[in-house]
T-cell receptor, first 114, second 111 residues
Framework: DAGVTQSPTHLIKTRGQQVTLRCSPK?????VSWYQQALGQGPQFIFQ???????QRGNFPDRFSGHQFPNYSSELNVNALLLGDSALYLC?????????????FGPGTRLLVL | KQEVTQIPAALSVPEGENLVLNCSFT??????LQWFRQDPGKGLTSLLL?????REQTSGRLNASLDKSSGRSTLYIAASQPGDSATYLC??????????FGRGTSLIVHP
């Protein structure tokens, strides 16, 4: 079992550009959540996807959008990048509906916006 | 809005000490509480998950307790080792609010 995987591991973009981050959940998991972690802070919840729909959303602007595919993998898209979007982006998977509630995290994607 | 606070923010102890990390939350209507470990620049590793109906969970040298009425959880680490050095985070999940993390406790265990 490969666990939760994320790609790419590192990314450098300039202000105004768009970025797409990818996540594959742990085998058997159907729910994917995305988090943003700034340096020295705890992760901040962006949104959660289940059954290809956004189920919950944190306090993030519409520039942050996502998608979940039929195989449960997910993408996080960020448009019009700002310097403040520089952070570690973490993906977590779990199983909805009374299954495995423990969240398993991937290694993250480090995004630097210049 | 749920708020999660972790105290202390940083801790440095000699190897072999037993230690307690604290996590407090403002709304007791939680679904579960999860403790994580994070090594520098890495993702999070799940340590223990406590359901709202449970009072504690144990795994090896780790024991986590939950007291919903007082809005507190503690993570007890027995016989600390240098390999335990990391940031420890607690996270609350609840039905009506988004998953919420504390800022973490940075632990250094020196030989």
């Amino acid at each position: 079992d490969a666990g939760v995987t994320q790609s790419p591991t590192h990314l450098i973009k300039t202000r105004g550009q768009q970025v797409t981050l990818r996540c594959s959940p742990k085998s058997g998991h159907d729910t994917v959540s995305w988090y943003q972690q700034a340096l020295g802070q705890g992760p901040q919840f962006i949104f959660q996807y289940y059954e290809e729909e956004e189920r919950q959303r944190g306090n993030f602007p519409d520039r942050f959008s996502g998608h979940q595919f039929p195989n449960y993998s997910s993408e996080l898209n960020v448009n019009a990048l700002l310097l403040g979007d520089s952070a570690l982006y973490l993906c977590a998977s779990s199983e909805m509906g009374g299954g495995e509630e423990t969240q398993y995290f991937g290694p993250g994607t480090r995004l630097l916006v210049l | 809005k749920q708020e999660v606070t972790q105290i202390p923010a940083a801790l440095s102890v000699p190897e072999g000490e037993n230690l307690v990390l604290n996590c407090s939350f403002t709304d007791s209507a939680i679904y579960n509480l999860q403790w994580f470990r994070q090594d520098p620049g890495k993702g999070l590793t799940s340590l223990l998950l406590i359901q709202s109906s449970q009072r504690e969970q144990t795994s090896g040298r780790l024991n986590a307790s939950l007291d919903k009425s007082s809005g507190r959880s503690t993570l007890y680490i027995a016989a600390s080792q240098p390999g335990d050095s990391a940031t420890y985070l607690c996270a609350i999940s609840g039905g009506s609010y988004i998953p919420t993390f504390g800022r973490g406790t940075s632990l250094i265990v020196h030989p």
